[in-house]
Nanobody, 129 residues
């Protein structure tokens, strides 16, 4: 059973850091891109960052570029999102998702939520001013 489970959310002051983790199970991570998305109340789901299955490509939303870093640990099948210099506008529920790729797309990743097949339940991140 394909599963992605997020952890690491919480409350932090502006300027602080949090590290989110996504534990993947039930599928071969080599064949999937992994994305981090967020959704604030009343707003659309936003693709924050993604990493390709071959780990050769990462993509970030302009709003987080230079502050967030996505990484993948194949030893324990965990994908992390390191979030630094957090701002109140980063407050949202953060989701991890997996996108099944074909061999010709293994070096790519998408930040479009419609491309993703499996989703976690989300973890709340709250940044106070």
């Amino acid at each position: 059973q394909v599963q992605v489970v997020e952890s690491g959310g919480g409350l932090v002051q502006a300027g602080g850091s949090l590290r989110l983790s996504c534990a993947a199970s039930g599928f071969t991570l080599d064949y999937y891109a992994i994305g981090w998305f967020r959704q604030a109340p009343g707003k659309e789901r936003e693709g924050v960052a993604c990493i390709s299955s071959l780990d050769t490509s990462a993509s970030y939303a302009d709003s987080v570029k230079g502050r967030f870093t996505i990484s993948k640990n194949m030893a324990n099948y965990t994908i992390s999102l390191q979030m630094d210099s957090l701002r109140p506008e980063d407050t949202a529920v953060y989701y991890c998702a997996a996108d099944r790729l074909t061999p010709d797309t293994w070096s790519l990743c998408s930040r479009n939520h419609a491309d993703y097949d499996f989703w976690g339940q989300g973890t709340q991140v709250t940044v106070s001013s």
